[in-house]
């Protein structure tokens, strides 16, 4: 098993410019979590989905837009960069309210 | 909403010392805390977690304690080695109905030195 995968690894984007982020997971868990993570702030959740087809705003949602079409995938939309989207991005699923296995993040870099 | 406190910061130890990092917590209804390990340039990684139903769990080096009463719970690891450098994050979570969001802490930066 693959895990928790996110594409892509790295991106630079313009301020202004949109992008998506993917993540898949290949452990046919029901929920599905996206976070940042930026230096002496920890993780904190953007948004998560506790099943296909729903989504539910986190502490920093403001800026972003997710979508859970299958099962598997969670996207992560910026519709408009701004500098201070710049951060560390890591997707995260779980079978349950339990355990969370995390990707292997996305930099992305807007400037 | 919850808040977690996570100290220190930094800790710098002899490789075979014990490392202790400890985490406060606000919300009495928390009920999972999970300790996680991220090194450079990963994800971070799962390496133990407790119920509130517990006070303390041991997995061969490392162990958490809970002590719900004073609402703070805490990682010891033993006997540390130069792999256990790492960031190393605490969080809390509710895990009743319609909650399912982990609120972290900012992180431990553990230095093992040989």
């Known amino acids: 098993n693959a895990g928790v995968t996110q594409t892509p690894k790295f991106r630079v984007l313009k301020t202004g410019q949109s992008m998506t982020l993917l993540c898949a997971q290949d452990m046919n868990h029901e929920y599905m979590y996206w976070y940042r993570q930026d230096p002496g702030m920890g993780l904190r959740l953007i948004h998560y989905s506790v099943g296909e087809g729903t989504t539910a705003k986190g502490e920093v949602p403001d800026g972003y837009n997710v979508s859970r079409l299958k099962k598997q995938n969670f996207l992560l939309g910026l519709e408009s960069a701004a500098p201070s989207q710049t951060s560390v991005y890591f997707c995260?699923?779980?079978?349950?309210?339990?355990?969370?296995?995390f990707g292997p993040g996305t930099r992305l870099t807007v400037t | 909403g919850e808040n977690v406190e996570q100290h220190p910061s930094t800790l710098s130890v002899q490789e075979g010392d014990s490392a202790v990092i400890k985490c406060t917590y606000s919300d009495s209804a928390s009920n999972y805390f999970p300790w996680y390990k991220q090194e450079l340039g990963k994800g971070p990684q799962l390496i133990i977690d407790?119920?509130?139903?517990?006070g303390e769990k041991k997995d061969q080096r490392i162990a958490v304690t809970l002590n719900k009463t004073a609402k703070h719970f805490s990682l010891h690891i033993t006997e540390t080695q130069p792999e256990d450098s790492a960031v190393y994050f605490c969080a809390a979570s509710f895990s009743g109905a319609g909650s399912y969001q982990l609120t972290f802490g900012k992180g431990t930066k553990l230095s093992v030195i040989p």
């Open positions: 407790i119920r509130s139903n517990v």
């Open positions: 995260a699923s779980s079978s349950g309210v339990w355990e969370q296995y």
